[in-house]
């Protein structure tokens, strides 16, 4: 049987993809009567998919007020990239000691798109190559579930606008973090390549959870990372050999 789809469903969709976009930008603030509104459909669904969105952990409801548009928490930074580190650390790892010559030569095209978009001031095209980079190493482990995790896990800070680039450090920065992995890669040290894509991954943490930082909510101590990394490392070296 196929699931009915109800009015509550697509007043969900409607304004979660408002939310993603941008077109409802973090902090502001939206009457449930003015959704009501806008989307030309009663309160009771747009109550109960405020009610799912707050549960997703877009919106935060104010009584008396409306919804709130969450921005990106110091908890919300560290919980993907805590994840992305038990992700990619040891897909590195597993890349260097496995990836074929082809997909060596993918990731340093992929660096030279890089090199190549800092050296021209294209933000657009620097993150594009960024983004494939990072995915053809994913690619070489060949588990499709994983890479989709982890760009889902990018998407939900990025789409809500978090992002060191202009903010932290500028494209030569990045572009530097990702040359000692891929050159780890293409000399076939597992070891490096895991170190390098921890380092990267932590440093980049570390400036968005600062980023993000209130009083009401303090990016936690450099030491953020150290309950992964033992565990991080046996993995990167776990993988050479199997």
């Given at each position: 049987?196929?699931?009915?789809?109800?009015?509550?469903?697509?007043?969900?969709?409607?304004?979660?993809?408002?939310?993603?976009s941008g077109e409802f930008p973090a902090g502001s603030l939206h009457s449930i009567y003015r959704l009501a509104d806008l989307l030309e459909v009663s309160r009771t669904p747009v109550r109960e998919a405020v009610l799912r969105?707050?549960?997703?952990?877009?919106?935060?409801?104010?009584?008396?007020?409306?919804?709130?548009?969450?921005?990106?928490?110091?908890?919300?930074?560290?919980?993907?990239?805590?994840?992305?580190?038990?992700?990619?650390?040891?897909?590195?790892?597993?890349?260097?000691?496995?990836?074929?010559?082809?997909?060596?030569?993918?990731?340093?095209?992929?660096?030279?798109?890089?090199?190549?978009?800092?050296?021209?001031?294209?933000?657009?095209?620097?993150?594009?190559?960024?983004?494939?980079?990072?995915?053809?190493?994913?690619?070489?482990?060949?588990?499709?579930?994983?890479?989709?995790?982890?760009?889902?896990?990018?998407?939900?800070?990025?789409?809500?606008?978090?992002?060191?680039?202009?903010?932290?450090?500028?494209?030569?920065?990045?572009?530097?973090?990702?040359?000692?992995?891929?050159?780890?890669?293409?000399?076939?040290?597992?070891?490096?390549?895991?170190?390098?894509?921890?380092?990267?991954?932590?440093?980049?943490?570390?400036?968005?959870?600062?980023?993000?930082?209130?009083?009401?909510?303090?990016?936690?101590?450099?030491?953020?990372?150290?309950?992964?990394?033992?565990?991080?490392?046996?993995?990167?070296?776990?993988?050479?050999?199997?």
């Amino acid at each position: 049987m196929v699931a009915r789809v109800t009015t509550t469903d697509r007043v969900f969709a409607s304004l979660r993809e408002s939310i993603l976009s941008g077109e409802f930008p973090a902090g502001s603030l939206h009457s449930i009567y003015r959704l009501a509104d806008l989307l030309e459909v009663s309160r009771t669904p747009v109550r109960e998919a405020v009610l799912r969105l707050a549960d997703a952990g877009l919106v935060t409801i104010e009584r008396n007020r409306g919804v709130r548009i969450r921005g990106v928490s110091v908890a919300d930074v560290r919980a993907v990239f805590e994840l992305r580190l038990m992700i990619e650390v040891p897909a590195a790892a597993y890349a260097a000691a496995h990836a074929s010559d082809e997909a060596v030569r993918v990731l340093e095209a992929e660096l030279d798109g890089m090199r190549a978009a800092a050296e021209a001031g294209d933000e657009t095209a620097f993150t594009i190559h960024d983004r494939a980079l990072h995915e053809a190493i994913g690619a070489v482990l060949g588990n499709q579930r994983a890479q989709h995790e982890v760009a889902a896990l990018r998407d939900s800070i990025q789409t809500r606008g978090a992002s060191t680039l202009h903010r932290s450090r500028g494209m030569p920065e990045i572009l530097g973090e990702h040359v000692p992995i891929v050159t780890a890669i293409a000399a076939r040290d597992p070891e490096a390549a895991a170190s390098h894509m921890e380092a990267h991954l932590v440093s980049t943490a570390t400036l968005l959870m600062a980023q993000a930082a209130t009083a009401d909510d303090p990016a936690p101590g450099t030491g953020w990372a150290d309950r992964l990394r033992a565990h991080l490392y046996v993995a990167g070296r776990g993988v050479a050999s199997q």
